[in-house]
T-cell receptor, first 114, second 111 residues
Framework: DVKVTQSSRYLVKRTGEKVFLECVQD?????MFWYRQDPGLGLRLIYF???????EKGDIPEGYSVSREKKERFSLILESASTNQTSMYLC?????????????FGQGTRLTVV | QKEVEQNSGPLSVPEGAIASLNCTYS??????FFWYRQYSGKSPELIMS????GDKEDGRFTAQLNKASQYVSLLIRDSQPSDSATYLC???????????FGKGTRLSVIA
């Protein structure tokens, strides 16, 4: 079974803090994604990565950065947390080869910025 | 802007009935289509994928795809209270592009 693991289930951070959200997948998937999910807005793509050291902006990258130094790990960084970044953050990974292209999600991190 | 549209619901069906969930998408180049189920407070889990026109059945679930109409649907037969969740439709152009999600349809199965 594919396993995508996010480092924290719940986080509470203060405004202005630098926040790191970690995601690890164990299936050698090429693609990894960070989404945030808010009521009424659905899942919105923040950043994605095709491969190690590759990154692409999604629909809402402002205030975020990412790092992918190893294939299995994709980190989301909130440079200076703000209250409007309070949200559910979801990491996903996806295989590209073999014809099956489903994305699998981690358990999510509910971040509260106070 | 690629868009995926779903009725937000809630869609209420009695236990044992067929639930029908619908999704339309804007990008004609889309090649891969997925249905995810999300329980409250949990992350989405994949329940169906479909890549070619027609029907695909898996247990009580049937996904239907019509690329000409840019329409994909999910039928849930013999609906159970445990099927009560939000169902997300997702679409991608290729294996190397992100999934674009609809906002989801909330399904409530009444016992």
């Amino acid at each position: 079974d594919v396993k995508v693991t996010q480092s924290s289930r719940y986080l509470v951070k203060r405004t202005g803090e630098k926040v790191f959200l970690e995601c690890v997948q164990d299936m050698d998937h090429e693609n990894m994604f960070w989404y945030r999910q808010d009521p009424g807005l659905g899942l919105r793509l923040i950043y994605f990565s095709y491969d190690v050291k590759m990154k692409e902006k999604g629909d809402i990258p402002e205030g975020y950065s990412v790092s992918r130094e190893k294939k299995e790990r994709f980190s989301l960084i909130l440079e200076s947390a703000s209250t409007n970044q309070t949200s559910m953050y979801l990491c996903a990974s996806r295989v590209v080869t073999g014809g099956f292209t489903e994305a699998f999600f981690g358990q999510g991190t509910r971040l509260t910025v106070v | 802007q690629k868009e995926v549209e779903q009725n937000s619901g809630p869609l209420s069906v009695p236990e044992g009935a067929i639930a029908s969930l619908n999704c339309t998408y804007s990008d004609r180049g889309s090649q891969s289509f997925f249905w995810y189920r999300q329980y409250s407070g949990k992350s989405p889990e994949l329940i169906m994928s479909i890549y070619s026109n027609g029907d695909k059945e898996d247990g009580r679930f049937t996904a239907q795809l019509n690329k000409a109409s840019q329409y994909v649907s999910l039928l849930i037969r013999d609906s159970q209270p445990s099927d009560s969740a939000t169902y997300l439709c997702a679409v991608s152009v290729s294996g190397n592009t992100p999934l674009v999600f609809g906002k989801g349809t909330r399904l409530s199965v009444i016992a």
